[in-house]
């Protein structure tokens, strides 16, 4: 099995036309990806078409969802409009909202974390590359690729990754797949200060998942979530655990790529999430480079 998604997961796409949707809807339909309707307000009743692949479009996430059957949502909306459609996707009763959009303002987040109390909806993102797990076919074709990751580096495994960065997601990814070991699910968080999932969300998934084996946990300056998933993995993770810090070289008080990647207050140092890795026995890789390699130590399969 895997987390959040598995290939008979059914996704629906909000902006499924513009640009950049319909260029990753078109990826993941040769991933594979059990992609069933796509939304984009006045082109209902138009169909967007790939190949051999015939997607119908609808007006709401509501109408798309009674009649696709999609229980997934991935957002490739504008930022001025992202928000709206993660709460369009909320009030339509979706499991599981993706939001690739980057730029969202913080304002509108802290609306939309508001609207999710009490709701059935998770959130991975805003800002972020998107969930994939692996299938078993050619590349791992047959998948579930949800966002923007590159689908061939991707390899079916026992191996969970989490990450606040998309490219460190993939790093970790191909590393791991070059070395034979694949990936159960790999989830970018996303690197925004108000999203809808922590690292310790996607970690008690992954201790709870009997597939995976060992995990990868990437993250960055900037606020307390790596300390606190740290803090939890140190009493209930038995599963080997490698982690990585971005942005250890930032000065304080000065953004670094991403909008939640900030020392600020002398709170969410690189050091301060290294030592609280380290208290919890989590092996820290010292440079991106070798993620997988201090993984693979750690477990005691190098």
């Known amino acids: 099995m895997a987390i959040l998604v598995t290939p008979e997961t ?8 513009g640009d950049f949707g319909s260029r990753h809807a078109r990826l993941s339909l040769d991933y594979g990806t059990q992609l069933v309707a796509g939304v984009t307000p006045g082109k209902g009743g138009q169909s ?5 692949h015939k997607v119908p479009i609808y007006d ?11 229980t997934v949502s991935v957002i490739f909306v504008p930022p001025p409009f992202a928000a709206d459609a993660i709460l369009e996707s909320i009030d339509a ?18 609306r939309v974390k508001h609207a999710m109390r009490g709701s059935k909806t998770r959130l991975i993102g805003p800002n972020c590359p998107g ?28 191996v969970g990754v989490v990450s606040r960065s998309g490219t ?12 034979g070991f694949g990936q159960s699910t790999c989830v970018g968080i996303g690197g925004d200060p108000v999203n809808g999932t922590s690292h310790l969300d996607v970690l008690k998934m992954f ?53 939640g990647a900030i020392v600020s207050g002398g709170k969410g140092t690189a050091a301060d999430k290294i030592a609280a890795f380290k208290a919890a026995g989590i092996a820290v890789a010292e440079t ?10 750690h477990w005691g399969k190098a």
């Open 288 to 297: 991106p480079s070798v993620m997988a390699d201090t993984l693979l130590r």
């Open 207 to 259: 201790n709870d998942d009997p597939e995976t084996e060992a995990i990868i946990m990437i993250g960055e300056i900037g606020g307390d979530a790596e300390e606190l998933a740290a803090e939890w993995a140190a009493v209930h993770c038995k599963k080997p655990i490698a982690g990585f810090i971005a942005g250890a070289t930032a000065p304080p008080g000065r953004r670094m790529g991403h909008a």
């Open 60 to 70: 709401t996430v509501a109408n798309a969802a009674k009649q696709s059957g999609a």
């Open 48 to 52: 967007f078409e790939h190949g051999t």
């Open 93 to 110: 009763g979706m499991d599981l909202v993706v939001a690739i959009t980057e730029g969202i303002p913080v304002n509108d987040m802290v």
């Open 10 to 17: 059914r996704i629906l796409v909000q902006g499924i036309t």
């Open 131 to 158: 969930i994939v797990t692996p299938g078993e076919g050619a590349q791992s074709h047959g998948g579930c690729r949800i966002g923007i990751a590159p689908g061939y580096i991707h390899k079916k495994g026992n």
């Open 168 to 179: 460190l997601t993939y790093e970790a990814v191909w590393q791991l797949t070059s070395r």
